[in-house]
């Protein structure tokens, strides 16, 4: 199927409270402009300076999400345009972006990455630094980010249930921040295998590429 046919299979499959981010790291502008001539506007990289380069040639009513680990030194080259940034994992990076989003005179809207799976290379906080970090008053004095919300990664695993349970762990945490934080709105958990499994689980926003815009070549 092509890239527009895909999206109308998501866009009939997805509830109206989900929001679809196509991820479109490593693939042309062609693709995106595929994508974005079938309605599709929200656009999600891993890689800062890919992003930037396609965020010159698009149309500038792309909204752009940084989805993968982000470098403090490289945050200065999305902060003119991006929208949301989903993997904030410390108080640190929080500082950096601010900084960039105040010379850029903008707020970000930002998720604290919550670590929910077992893997050793999956990125995030526990939910005692997340919670310490919500509550803190550093972050009152961060006026140029915004936490909007919470990510999550499941563990690579073909064992649906574990899957549902990670992300089922992680929903419990989003309620609970949600009482003491009501700006928390977002709930990102969700990619190509196993968007199905985390809109079950409450997921508000799911990040999908392979599954719209075909395999990724890496070479």
Same mark, same amino acid.
């Given at each position: 199927?092509?890239?527009?046919?895909?999206?109308? #299979?998501?866009?009939? =499959?997805?509830?109206?409270?989900?929001?679809?981010? /196509?991820?479109?790291? !490593?693939?042309?502008? &062609?693709?995106?402009?595929?994508?974005?001539?079938?309605?599709?506007?929200?656009?999600?990289?891993?890689?800062?300076?890919?992003?930037?380069?396609?965020?010159?040639?698009?149309?500038?009513?792309?909204?752009?999400?940084?989805?993968?680990?982000?470098?403090?030194?490289?945050?200065?080259?999305?902060?003119?345009?991006?929208?949301?940034?989903?993997?904030?994992?410390?108080?640190?990076?929080?500082?950096?972006?601010?900084?960039?989003?105040?010379?850029?005179?903008?707020?970000?809207?930002?998720?604290?990455?919550? #670590?929910?799976?077992? =893997?050793?290379?999956?990125?995030?906080?526990?939910? /005692?630094?997340?919670? !310490?970090?919500?509550? &803190?008053?550093?972050?009152?004095?961060?006026?140029?980010?915004?936490?909007?919300?919470?990510?999550?990664?499941?563990?690579?695993?073909?064992?649906?249930?574990?899957?549902?349970?990670?992300?089922?762990?992680?929903?419990?945490?989003?309620?609970?921040?949600?009482?003491?934080?009501?700006?928390?709105?977002?709930?990102?958990?969700?990619?190509?295998?196993?968007?199905?499994?985390?809109?079950?689980?409450?997921?508000?926003?799911?990040?999908?590429?392979?599954?719209?815009?075909?395999?990724?070549?890496?070479?």
């Amino acid at each position: 199927m092509s890239i527009s046919e895909n999206l109308k #299979k998501f866009n009939k =499959e997805l509830p109206n409270n989900v929001t679809l981010v /196509a991820v479109s790291k !490593t693939k042309p502008v &062609s693709d995106l402009m595929e994508a974005y001539n079938a309605g599709q506007r929200i656009f999600g990289e891993n890689k800062i300076q890919e992003m930037e380069s396609k965020w010159q040639e698009m149309p500038k009513d792309v909204e752009w999400h940084m989805i993968g680990h982000v470098q403090r030194n490289k945050v200065k080259y999305m902060a003119p345009f991006v929208n949301l940034i989903h993997a904030v994992d410390s108080l640190k990076l929080l500082k950096e972006i601010n900084k960039e989003a105040e010379k850029n005179e903008r707020t970000i809207a930002c998720l604290l990455q919550i #670590k929910i799976a077992e =893997e050793d290379s999956k990125f995030g906080m526990d939910k /005692a630094d997340a919670a !310490t970090l919500l509550s &803190s008053e550093e972050l009152k004095k961060l006026q140029n980010v915004k936490i909007v919300g919470l990510m999550g990664m499941a563990t690579f695993t073909d064992d649906e249930k574990q899957i549902s349970d990670e992300f089922q762990k992680l929903k419990k945490i989003y309620d609970q921040f949600r009482i003491m934080n009501s700006e928390l709105k977002i709930l990102s958990m969700g990619m190509s295998g196993d968007y199905k499994i985390a809109m079950e689980n409450g997921s508000n926003m799911v990040r999908v590429g392979s599954a719209i815009f075909g395999e990724r070549n890496y070479q």
